[in-house]
Each structure stands twice: as structure tokens, then as C-alpha cells.
């Protein structure tokens, strides 16, 4: 498999009203299959994303293993005496590369990304090598490496392009941070694909002429991913001791 994950079902006659007053994409969406979605801090930062799917009645949840006990503890909070469930599933992610199945979802960030399935089963999924090269060469952030709780905002990480916000579906929590960042302000920080001469450890300080500049995340086949201040990324820049110029 590519990442941990895990699965939820939510239920009840409130479940998808519910999700429409949390998270950053809109429910409606359902209707067109798999939805890519966050849930945000009330200041408007990154906590969680994952995958929101019409189930059997309820809404399927995929998250990734290291956010998922964090995620649902907060959901729970939120939930007061709505008509609501929140419960583990026994269901396992199965991705592919290659021809959709029938119970397949195309992943809604990009159409390079491939298909998810949820089966009763644990199957196949995309070699870690393969799916970091694929994310590095459409800058895609995972979580928990360029994804960071209670550090990035959705914006600079590049949801908008990823079909994981909405900025007509209304009020959700931290919507509006999000939506004074998209309208009132301009992006002077953000996630980028970088050229990479060398390799240094995720996390590592890139600097420019001596200056703090951003962060190196994931690299592969030369590339990699790394969170710029645009203002100090227009020339050579150093992460450890490798070579880093924007892609």
C-alpha cells in the first residue's frame, strides 16, 4: 500500500448536513462520486484531509492512519446531539495505476493519481517509490509530510488545484481565513516542485543567498517537492547540500 489508512462510516439522517458545516469541500459533490476534502482549525489551518464517498446510506471516510485518532475525536466534539454516527469499518483502500473497476473512484486531486476502491480485503496498492514520483511530478502534498496539522494553510498547499475546497458551498469551519486568502490577499508562500541537484532529508531548511527560504519535502527522479517563499525562489537555492532552482 501506498500510506495507512483508515476507514469510517458516518451515518444518520444529519451525517451529509453535517460534514457540509465542517469541512472545506461541498457535500453536493457526492453526487459525482469520491470528494477530496480538509478540516480546518477555526484560524483556518490544515488538521486533516481525506476522501468522503456515499456508502450503503452513510458516507465512507478514508483517512490516513496518523490523523485519523486526532479526526475523529474532534468530529465527535462537533457532533452534540446531531443525528449522527461516527464508526470503524473493517474496509481496506485498494489504488491502482491501470484499467478502473467497476467499484473503482477516480482520485479527484488529479487523473494521474489513479483509482481507489474499498473492499472487504487488503489489496494491492502503488509502490511507495512510484506514488512519490507521481505526487512530486504533480505536486501533490501527503499527509503528514507536506500536509503539517495546525501549520499549513489549504491554499499554499494547493487545494484549490487538487479539487479539495469550494468556495461557494458556504460557511465550514475556517472558511474565512480560506476565503480572505483567495480573495484579499495574494499567496507569498506556497507548495512547489523544485529541480534538486543532490539530496537532503525531508524537512530541510532550503536557503537563499544565506536566507531562510522554505522547506525541502519529497524528491524523486530529480525533483521534488518544497514550500517556497516566491519572493526568495527566483535564483539558486541550497537545502543541505543540495542544489535547489524552481522547476
Not at 469510517?8 to 451525517?15: K, N
Not at 443525528?83 to 473512484?105: E, N
Not at 504533480?138 to 500536509?147: A, D, K, N, Q, R
Not at 529541480?195 to 525533483?223: C, R
Request: hydrophobic share 45%.
Amino acid at each position: 500500500m501506498t500510506s495507512a489508512r483508515q476507514i469510517f462510516d458516518i451515518t444518520g439522517t444529519e451525517a451529509e448536513p453535517f460534514l457540509q458545516g465542517l469541512v472545506s469541500n461541498d457535500m453536493a459533490r457526492l453526487d459525482q462520486g469520491l470528494v477530496y476534502a480538509a478540516l480546518l482549525s477555526p484560524q483556518g489551518k490544515y488538521l486533516a484531509d481525506f476522501f468522503l464517498l456515499r456508502h450503503d446510506g452513510g458516507v465512507l471516510l478514508d483517512v490516513a492512519d496518523l490523523l485519523a485518532p486526532a479526526l475523529i475525536k474532534r468530529l465527535t466534539m462537533y457532533k452534540l446531539r446531531a443525528d449522527v454516527a461516527i464508526l470503524p469499518t473493517d474496509l481496506q483502500v485498494w489504488q491502482g495505476l491501470d484499467d478502473m473497476p467497476s467499484d473503482a473512484h477516480t482520485d479527484p486531486r488529479h487523473p494521474a493519481l489513479g483509482w481507489r476502491a474499498y473492499r472487504a480485503t487488503p489489496g494491492p496498492g502503488i509502490d511507495p517509490a512510484d506514488w512519490d514520483a507521481l505526487r512530486v511530478a504533480h505536486t501533490v502534498p501527503e499527509s503528514g509530510i507536506e500536509l503539517i496539522p495546525d501549520d499549513t494553510y489549504i491554499l499554499e498547499a494547493g487545494f484549490e488545484r487538487l479539487h479539495g475546497v469550494d468556495f461557494r458551498k458556504g460557511c465550514y469551519v475556517g472558511q474565512e481565513v480560506t476565503a480572505r486568502m483567495k480573495h484579499k490577499t495574494e499567496l507569498r508562500k506556497g507548495l512547489v516542485r523544485v529541480a534538486i541537484d543532490g539530496a537532503a532529508p525531508v524537512g530541510s531548511e532550503i536557503t537563499a543567498d544565506g536566507k531562510p527560504a522554505g522547506t525541502l519535502f519529497t524528491q524523486a527522479n530529480g525533483h521534488a517537492l518544497a514550500h517556497l517563499r516566491f519572493d526568495r525562489a527566483d535564483g539558486p537555492m541550497l537545502a543541505g547540500g543540495a542544489r535547489v532552482t524552481l522547476a
